[in-house]
């Protein structure tokens, strides 16, 4: 029984790290279209509001709505 709470802890003690790895970003591609997107971005996207990203996909979308009426930073938005 000792064995086996132990390893439950060490597997959710080691899964822990990757759980809270998970970031979503606000990005505005090539045309100005702007998005949430989930882990990190790519080519043709640059990262708007909290550059380190945000911890839930409500955060990084309540960021969005802070912005999408900014036409300088955003021509549309794609959910």
Do not use: H
């Amino acid at each position: 029984m000792k064995r086996a709470v132990i390893a439950s802890l060490l597997v959710v003690g080691l899964s822990m790290p990757a759980f809270a790895a998970t970031k979503w970003f606000v990005v505005v591609d090539t045309v100005k279209n702007c998005s949430v997107v989930e882990g990190g971005t790519s080519a043709g996207l640059t990262r708007l509001g909290n550059k380190d990203g945000y911890d839930s996909p409500d955060a990084a979308g309540e960021a969005l709505r802070g912005i999408r009426d900014d036409a300088a930073q955003c021509a549309g938005v794609v959910e």
